[in-house]
């Protein structure tokens, strides 16, 4: 299994620009989530959704969108890229919590994105 | 308010001795979660320990241990016999509402451990 994977690894931008990125999972789970990490702060969510064709928003979700048409992805989207941005995106899986167990989320790798 | 407060902002330990990461919560929730992330300087985020806030047993995985002090609503991670690679950030994170269907984290600022050979 390939777990929770991101593309693309790396990306610059100019401002104004749009992009998306894609993250996916092999493990079934129902609950996929996308943060954002800056220095000197831990993750903070973005939007989360709880299953295929719902998504709801998190902490800091002003300048992105996202979709999941399908269980195994899930895709953010920057419309209008702006400076502030600037930042590594992670996306993150899960089973349903109320299914019993930790709730452990599983991570992906990470997108480095800048904006210029 | 902060709803998780790590206030070690980096923290040394010799190899082989035993180390002590703070973390504190604030969450008015009788039911939630505390977890801890290790993030390695390749950067991915790897689940280390969870606690319920009804466990009543401290939990344990392997050399990682979690001091839960519910009345302090304080969860620091305990790791024995440090070893080289245990080098990295830690964060802790928080999930509330344990008994609804919201599973969203809150995390820390972490703390940069290194280990001195």
């Known amino acids: 299994n390939a777990g929770v994977t991101q593309t693309p690894k790396f990306r610059v931008l100019k401002t104004g620009q749009s992009m998306t990125l894609l993250c996916a999972q092999d493990?079934?789970?129902?609950?996929m989530y996308w943060y954002r990490q800056d220095p000197g702060m831990g993750l903070r969510l973005i939007h989360y959704?709880?299953?295929?064709?719902?998504?709801a928003k998190g902490e800091v979700p002003d300048g992105y969108n996202v979709s999941r048409l399908k269980k195994q992805n899930f895709l953010l989207g920057l419309e209008s890229a702006a400076p502030s941005q600037t930042s590594v995106y992670f996306c993150?899986?899960?089973?349903?919590?109320?299914?019993?167990?930790?709730?452990?989320?599983?991570f992906g790798p990470g997108t480095r994105l800048t904006v210029l | 308010a902060q709803k998780i407060t790590q206030t070690q902002p980096g923290m040394f330990v010799q190899e082989k001795e035993a180390v002590t990461l703070d973390c504190t919560y604030d969450?008015?929730?009788?039911?939630?979660?505390l977890f801890w992330y290790k993030q390695p300087s390749s950067g991915e985020m790897i689940f280390l320990i969870y606690?319920?806030?009804?466990?009543?047993q401290n939990a344990t995985e392997g050399r990682y241990s979690l001091n839960f002090q519910k009345a302090r609503k304080s969860a620091n991670l305990v790791i024995s016999a440090s070893q080289l690679g245990d080098s990295a950030m830690y964060f802790c994170?928080?999930?509330?509402?344990?008994?609804?269907?919201?599973?969203?984290?809150?995390f820390g600022t972490g703390t940069r451990l290194t280990v001195i050979p």
């Open positions: 969450t008015s929730d009788q039911s939630y979660g």
């Open positions: 994170a928080m999930r509330e509402g344990l008994q609804t269907g919201a599973n969203n984290l809150f």
């Open positions: 993150a899986s899960s089973l349903n919590p109320l299914a019993g167990g930790n709730h452990e989320q599983f």
């Open positions: 493990m079934n789970h129902e609950y």
């Open positions: 606690q319920g806030s009804y466990d009543e």
């Open positions: 959704s709880v299953g295929e064709g719902t998504t």
